[in-house]
């Protein structure tokens, strides 16, 4: 197993555009389960839309019902238990497509397949697994995962919620009061965390919504968006829960809570991804309709500026996700290999890449964001009403940003589990970090270098980007040390430089893979989006790195260390941009939609 990628190895380890995968290498299988989630998408949800906007709860279960139906609800749960057991790789494909039309239907899924459903496929016993999973995955249930309270937010761990054993011991008493619990309007299970006596950690339980054993909902939220995802609060009231219904141990739950975390953080990556993609095509398709000035606006530089940062945000985000998804999926394979049971093997698999189901959360939900914003200027007018999906899908982009762990929460633990791994010695990140200091006291090369191979200087400068990194994160872990973790606004910034070389170099890698099967003359828009993303990535790197540095250095010190940092982002030849959003956006408007 020791040939197999560890999480956070990235940074350290030079990755061969042949051992990631893309979205280039689904299979056919894969491209058949992707097409019929489209149709499923473009029968019952995207026709609907006003019905979600006017929330319409009701019908938001019924789709749900008929994603159970189709068997969609089932893709990620083990076939001894009535699900798919299909792979990694696939139920991220499931989860992105599915989540393009609407987020009020994409966070009843995630709320259901991930959260709902995970905990007890993940941790509970054999008896848990048989009576709750198959109801679960078919549809006939829906699950639900209560663990934020009024005051319980990002401090998940902080829950007043009690469960009381009973003198005969046979069963918890729960009381307390959950807050924002998607799906809580018709789900049949909830996931509760709450607090044995004075534990320093809570609880996980399983909890049946039946009659008459004090649970109440609140009302509906008023929500920005996600209009018909049923949200309310939940309150328990001496709720009597069998023994055999605690999940995992005793003050296990704050573990079963973070690791459910982890896969509902690369599944929201993945459902921001289709998203893009119609909120891209339709605004390529309205530019392409608009006539002012008597020409379509899609020929002016602006918009089509536009189009070709929305394209390659995208493509980029595509193929961070999926080439973790992979990595992911590998390490779950070589555990089963070595004997380990499916849930011990995925629970260590997602949690080995934890680093990068961070990074992909916090890039791919602010993408998202982007993309719907600059989607509404493209429509103009038209995209501040309601008569057009872009302030939909632009009011439904905004709550990526804060559930499963705010980005602000993400940013932080990106960095702060780097360097656990390291201290760990998981992942070496000393000695790369010792290199780059002495490599600051040395004099620079000022040979010319051959790039005349695709990519040469690109991968050159991403090689750059991570000593950048290793400086400006060694220096502070030098500095710091165990309390590095006070110090948010330099962790922020550490984590806006990881994030970067990751997305930036998975974009890279994609497209030297598909040069090398299809040729490079064949896919120069790839290559374009690619380069336009490292323009970018080198300058948040430079920025980022700049605040860093000034934040705990001085002297001759920091001088050491800016010059250093204008060394590890310095382009020999700087890219056109211009030219490579023509390139993007020409290919775009000609197809008429986002075609990668």
Same mark, same amino acid.
Not at 207 to 228: A, D, F, M, Q
Not at 474 to 503: C, F, N, R, W
Not at 506 to 534: D, P
């Given at each position: 197993?020791?040939?197999?990628?560890?999480?956070?190895?990235?940074?350290?380890?030079?990755?061969?555009?042949?051992?990631?995968?893309?979205?280039?290498?689904?299979?056919?299988?894969?491209?058949?389960?992707?097409?019929?989630?489209?149709?499923?998408?473009?029968?019952?949800?995207?026709?609907?839309?006003?019905?979600?906007?006017?929330?319409?709860?009701?019908?938001?279960?019924?789709?749900?019902?008929?994603?159970?139906?189709?068997?969609?609800?089932?893709?990620?749960?083990?076939?001894?238990?009535?699900?798919?057991?299909?792979?990694?790789?696939?139920?991220?494909?499931?989860?992105?497509?599915?989540?393009?039309?609407?987020?009020?239907?994409?966070?009843?899924?995630?709320?259901?397949?991930?959260?709902?459903?995970?905990?007890?496929? !993940?941790? @509970?016993?054999? =008896?848990?697994? &048989?009576?709750?999973?198959?109801? /679960?995955?078919? $549809?006939?249930?829906?699950? *639900?995962?209560?663990?934020?309270?009024?005051?319980?937010?990002?401090?998940?761990?902080?829950?007043?919620?009690?469960?009381?054993?009973?003198?005969?011991?046979?069963?918890?008493?729960?009381?307390?009061?959950?807050?924002?619990?998607?799906?809580?309007?018709?789900?049949?299970?909830?996931?509760?965390?709450?607090?044995?006596?004075?534990?320093?950690?809570?609880?996980?339980?399983?909890?049946?919504?039946?009659?008459?054993?004090?649970?109440?909902?609140?009302?509906?939220?008023?929500?920005?968006?996600?209009?018909?995802?049923?949200?309310?609060?939940?309150?328990?009231?001496?709720?009597?829960?069998?023994?055999?219904?605690? !999940?995992? @141990?005793?003050? =296990?739950?704050? &573990?079963?809570?973070?690791?459910? /975390?982890?896969? $509902?953080?690369?599944?929201? *990556?993945?459902?921001?991804?289709?998203?893009?993609?119609?909120?891209?095509?339709?605004?390529?398709?309205?530019?392409?309709?608009?006539?002012?000035?008597?020409?379509?606006?899609?020929?002016?530089?602006?918009?089509?500026?536009?189009?070709?940062?929305?394209?390659?945000?995208?493509?980029?985000?595509?193929?961070?996700?999926?080439?973790?998804?992979?990595?992911?999926?590998?390490?779950?394979?070589?555990?089963?290999?070595?004997?380990?049971?499916?849930?011990?093997?995925?629970?260590?698999?997602?949690?080995?890449?934890?680093?990068?189901?961070?990074?992909?959360?916090?890039?791919?939900?602010?993408?998202?964001?982007?993309?719907?914003?600059?989607?509404?200027?493209?429509?103009?007018?038209?995209?501040?009403?309601?008569?057009?999906?872009?302030?939909?899908?632009?009011?439904?982009?905004?709550?990526?940003?804060?559930?499963?762990?705010?980005?602000?929460?993400?940013?932080?633990?990106?960095?702060?589990?780097?360097?656990?791994?390291?201290?760990?010695?998981?992942?070496?990140?000393?000695?790369?970090?010792?290199?780059?200091?002495?490599?600051?006291?040395?004099?620079?090369?000022?040979?010319?270098?051959?790039?005349?191979?695709?990519?040469?200087?690109?991968?050159?400068?991403?090689?750059?980007?991570?000593?950048?990194?290793?400086?400006?994160?060694?220096?502070?872990?030098?500095?710091?040390?165990?309390?590095?973790?006070?110090?948010?606004?330099?962790?922020?910034?550490?984590?806006?430089?990881?994030?970067?070389?990751?997305?930036?170099?998975?974009?890279?890698?994609?497209?030297?893979?598909?040069?090398?099967?299809?040729?490079?003359?064949?896919?120069?828009?790839?290559?374009?989006?690619?380069?336009?993303?490292?323009?970018?990535?080198?300058?948040?790197?430079?920025?980022?790195?700049?605040?860093?540095?000034?934040?705990?250095?001085?002297?001759?010190?920091?001088?050491?260390?800016?010059?250093?940092?204008?060394?590890?982002?310095?382009?020999?030849?700087?890219?056109?941009?211009?030219?490579?959003?023509?390139?993007?956006?020409?290919?775009?408007?000609?197809?008429?939609?986002?075609?990668?």
């Amino acid at each position: 197993m020791e040939n197999i990628t560890r999480g956070g190895q990235f940074l350290v380890k030079e990755t061969k555009c042949e051992d990631i995968f893309t979205p280039e290498d689904f299979s056919e299988e894969q491209l058949m389960m992707r097409d019929s989630v489209k149709e499923f998408v473009d029968k019952e949800l995207w026709p609907n839309k006003d019905r979600f906007e006017k929330k319409d709860y009701a019908f938001t279960e019924e789709c749900m019902r008929k994603a159970g139906e189709l068997g969609l609800l089932g893709v990620a749960v083990p076939e001894a238990y009535g699900g798919l057991e299909m792979g990694f790789v696939s139920t991220m494909l499931v989860c992105d497509y599915i989540s393009g039309a609407t987020g009020s239907f994409s966070t009843a899924f995630g709320a259901h397949t991930g959260i709902g459903t995970m905990p007890i496929t !993940l941790y @509970g016993t054999e =008896e848990q697994k &048989k009576k709750y999973v198959p109801k /679960l995955a078919s $549809g006939e249930w829906f699950g *639900a995962y209560c663990l934020t309270e009024p005051g319980a937010g990002s401090d998940a761990n902080s829950g007043k919620t009690k469960a009381v054993l009973s003198e005969d011991g046979k069963s918890y008493k729960i009381t307390g009061q959950k807050m924002w619990i998607s799906n809580a309007g018709f789900c049949s299970v909830f996931i509760v965390f709450a607090r044995i006596e004075d534990d320093k950690n809570i609880t996980g339980f399983i909890v049946e919504n039946v009659p008459n054993n004090g649970i109440t909902l609140g009302e509906e939220e008023h929500k920005l968006g996600i209009r018909s995802s049923s949200t309310r609060q939940v309150f328990f009231n001496d709720t009597v829960v069998p023994v055999e219904n605690m !999940l995992a @141990g005793r003050g =296990e739950g704050f &573990k079963i809570a973070m690791n459910a /975390l982890n896969v $509902g953080r690369i599944k929201l *990556a993945a459902a921001c991804l289709d998203a893009q993609r119609r909120t891209i095509s339709g605004a390529v398709k309205y530019a392409n309709e608009r006539i002012q000035f008597n020409t379509p606006i899609a020929n002016f530089g602006a918009i089509r500026s536009k189009i070709a940062e929305m394209a390659a945000s995208c493509y980029a985000g595509e193929s961070a996700s999926y080439r973790a998804a992979k990595s992911i999926e590998d390490r779950i394979n070589a555990r089963i290999a070595d004997g380990v049971s499916h849930q011990e093997a995925e629970l260590k698999g997602v949690e080995e890449f934890a680093i990068e189901c961070s990074i992909l959360k916090v890039a791919v939900s602010e993408d998202m964001q982007n993309c719907s914003d600059e989607g509404i200027q493209i429509f103009g007018g038209m995209g501040f009403s309601e008569d057009t999906p872009m302030e939909s899908a632009w009011r439904d982009a905004r709550i990526a940003r804060i559930y499963e762990g705010t980005n602000e929460i993400n940013r932080m633990l990106s960095v702060g589990m780097l360097i656990k791994k390291a201290m760990k010695g998981h992942v070496d990140l000393l000695g790369p970090a010792m290199k780059v200091a002495e490599e600051l006291m040395g004099i620079p090369s000022f040979d010319t270098p051959d790039y005349s191979e695709l990519f040469a200087e690109e991968k050159e400068l991403i090689g750059k980007l991570k000593k950048a990194f290793l400086m400006v994160a060694g220096s502070a872990v030098q500095k710091y040390g165990p309390d590095l973790d006070k110090h948010q606004q330099l962790l922020m910034a550490a984590a806006d430089m990881l994030i970067e070389i990751y997305v930036a170099e998975s974009a890279i890698l994609r497209t030297e893979k598909t040069a090398k099967a299809n040729g490079a003359e064949n896919v120069k828009e790839q290559i374009a989006m690619a380069q336009l993303y490292l323009y970018h990535a080198v300058d948040i790197v430079t920025l980022k790195g700049k605040e860093g540095i000034a934040s705990f250095a001085e002297g001759d010190e920091q001088r050491m260390m800016l010059m250093g940092l204008r060394r590890f982002t310095k382009y020999t030849n700087v890219p056109n941009v211009v030219a490579l959003r023509e390139i993007i956006a020409d290919k775009l408007i000609k197809e008429n939609h986002y075609c990668y």
